[in-house]
T-cell receptor, first 115, second 114 residues
Framework: ETGVTQSPTHLIKTRGQQVTLRCSSQ?????VSWYQQALGQGPQFIFQ???????GRGNFPPRFSGLQFPNYSSELNVNALELDDSALYLC??????????????FGPGTRLTVL | QQQVKQSPQSLIVQKGGISIINCAYE??????FPWYQQFPGKGPALLIA?????SEKKEGRFTISFNKSAKQFSLHIMDSQPGDSATYFC?????????????FGQGTELSVKP
């Protein structure tokens, strides 16, 4: 176990709705990244947060947004859900200011289904 | 330039055999190459990783071979066991690009037959 937790485990929404997914980073880790993993594919980078600020963003539209809190927990918000948003959403934490700063430890994921 | 190409897509190996999965990349700025293991319904788990200053790294039954000039790296699983049956992803990153975002390969589904 990595110490990264995510909630909820599963979620079902309908098209057009909004969703918030939550992540609690591993103790001592100050950087969190979010990834989207479609069925049968590798994870795709959504964005990264470091010290509560966005530190990079992948090729995802603005309706994907995030927050990082002082305790290093994080949220991923998706507005105006589309059917293609159905995927496993993964949170990964890493100790940025460390020799292993780019080592990312993943949580179990949240399975989102959009109907 | 940002792609990581992984092969094969699926692999069947007999118990005790050697599993070999290959990855190739284009971006010479990549400086960190991890391998992740993922079981159905679970998040990816870091298995082993290598940096370009070494050509090989071994941890237990798992070995990464790295060829910088060919821009290729591979995972070898020695004495493969049925419990190794999972999907394996290679990835690459550079800390100088968006804090080290991982670029993943497409994955290899490994099945180890008893």
């Amino acid at each position: 176990e990595t110490g990264v937790t995510q909630s909820p485990t599963h979620l079902i929404k309908t098209r057009g709705q909004q969703v918030t997914l939550r992540c609690s980073s591993q103790s001592g880790h100050n950087t969190v990244s979010w990834y989207q993993q479609a069925l049968g594919q590798g994870p795709q980078f959504i964005f990264q947060y470091y010290r509560e600020e966005e530190n990079g963003r992948g090729n995802f539209p603005p309706r994907f947004s995030g927050l990082q809190f002082p305790n290093y927990s994080s949220e991923l918000n998706v507005n105006a859900l589309e059917l293609d948003d159905s995927a496993l959403y993964l949170c990964a934490s890493s100790p940025l200011r460390d020799r292993e700063r780019d080592t990312q430890y993943f949580g179990p994921g949240t399975r989102l289904t959009v109907l | 330039q940002q792609q990581v190409k992984q092969s094969p897509q699926s692999l069947i190996v007999q118990k005790g055999g050697i599993s070999i999965i290959n990855c190739a990349y284009e971006n010479t700025a990549f400086d960190y190459f991890p391998w992740y293991q993922q079981f159905p319904g679970k998040g990816p788990a870091l298995l082993i990783a290598i940096r370009p200053d070494v050509s090989e790294k071994k941890e237990g039954r798992f070995t990464i071979s790295f060829n910088k000039s060919a821009k290729q790296f591979s995972l070898h699983i020695m004495d493969s066991q049925p419990g190794d049956s999972a999907t394996y992803f290679c990835a690459a990153s550079t800390i100088y690009n968006q804090g080290g975002k991982l670029i993943f390969g497409q994955g290899t589904e490994l099945s180890v037959k008893p």
